[in-house]
């Protein structure tokens, strides 16, 4: 089963297709897709629609996990992920991918066994699970894929792996 794990972002959006087969996890591809400040925001999210929309044609994956937003630190940039992560899940829609939200607290909770964990905690678990050395230089890809390996742990991957 192919996961295409998703860390929305105005900015960056960090993205991942991942194999699952019940038992071990496969990194496919992983990338981002970056937006210019300069741009005008619903150019920028065009792109952000237009680029998904390839991703999900190209690699063609059975579900997606990606982070839902629930709490927001920085008040000015809150509107614009939310925005990006629409444009996202519309894509995903349109392609009637099943969607599921994980939010980074749960990641965290799934990944490390403790919600609070730090990123460089979350980064050894990512590696672990993925059996490798080196992750992307990107945060926000090795937050996708942080996404995606939350999903291949839950019940719902077990009932989706069934369909598959």
């Keep these: 089963m192919k996961i295409l794990g998703i860390d929305p972002g ?7 297709i991942v194999d699952f087969d019940g038992k ?3 990194l496919l591809h992983s990338g981002s897709i970056q937006t210019p400040k300069e741009k005008k925001e619903s150019a920028r999210l065009l792109e952000i629609f237009n680029d998904m929309s390839c ?3 190209k690699y063609m994956p059975d579900v997606c996990a990606i982070e839902k937003l629930f709490f927001f630190r920085n008040q000015t940039t ?9 444009v996202i899940l519309t894509v995903l829609e349109q392609h009637k991918i099943p969607i599921y939200e994980y939010t980074p607290m749960e990641v965290k909770q799934i990944l490390t066994g403790y919600g609070r964990a730090s990123k460089k905690e979350v980064e050894q678990m990512v590696k672990i699970s993925l059996g490798c050395d080196n992750l992307p230089k990107l ?26």
């Design 139 to 164: 945060d926000d890809t090795v937050d996708s894929i942080a996404i995606a390996i939350s999903y291949s742990r839950s019940a719902d991957a077990i009932e989706d792996l069934k369909k598959v």
């Design 78 to 86: 809150v509107m614009p992920v939310a925005h990006a992560r629409g």
């Design 10 to 16: 105005m900015a960056i959006v960090g993205y991942c």
């Design 55 to 57: 991703i999900v044609e």
């Design 24 to 26: 071990n996890l496969v």
